[in-house]
């Protein structure tokens, strides 16, 4: 009797489409999570590679650091592939995070918002390798040569050029300071800087 009921409960022109229209939903999402599931794990991880030590590493930090809320899975990520990408030890090789992707692309567009300096790394110390003409930089008096001890007071001993770019990068109208030595000075001097758009001359040239 209850199995009839049941059968003439589905039977009912109002509840059957409902119950198909549910199963089909059902279906279709399980459908989607299976091939989630393969999708996540269609990469092949190398057998010559053991990730174990880097899980162990990962692992010890979250238990044993001692400011957890510190710790972000974003950076750890990018830090460990561009620790992969550099121990290539090859210029022309690297990895961006977001940020610097985004000033990757500002520099191939032509212009940037800072103070339009060309910086490098000389003797293991963050040196100007040119001002752009017409720019803040150039206006400020900093030239080829010049030494940058500080950005904004902040120690440049062992700072990357991207790093340094970030800290002189900025929006248009806001201040950073250069503390500046220079061959023939007897001291730094700090020289503050306005930042401004920057736009890239065009090279000419002929062949």
Known sequence: MIKEKIIQFFKNKFVYPIA?????????????????????????????????????AYNKLQANFIDTGKIDDGKIVYGAIKG????????????????????????????FEGIGVEIGIKKDQLTVVAPLKDTPGQKAGLKSGDIITNIDGKSTTNMTTDSAVNLIRGQKGTDVTLTVYR????????????????????MNGKL
Do not use: H
Request: net charge negative; aromatic share 14%; hydrophobic share 45%.
């Open 20 to 56: 198909l229209a549910v199963c089909f939903v059902a279906i279709f999402g399980l459908g989607i999570w299976i091939g989630a599931e393969k999708v996540a794990y269609c990469v092949q991880q190398p057998s010559t590679i053991n990730f174990s030590l880097f899980w162990d």
């Open 183 to 202: 061959d023939g000075w007897t001291e730094t001097k700090d020289m503050v800087i306005t930042r401004d758009t920057i736009v890239i001359p065009a």
């Open 84 to 111: 992969m990408t550099e121990s290539l030890g090859d210029p022309y090789t690297a990895f961006f995070t977001p940020d610097e992707a985004k000033k990757f692309n500002d520099d191939l567009s032509g212009s």
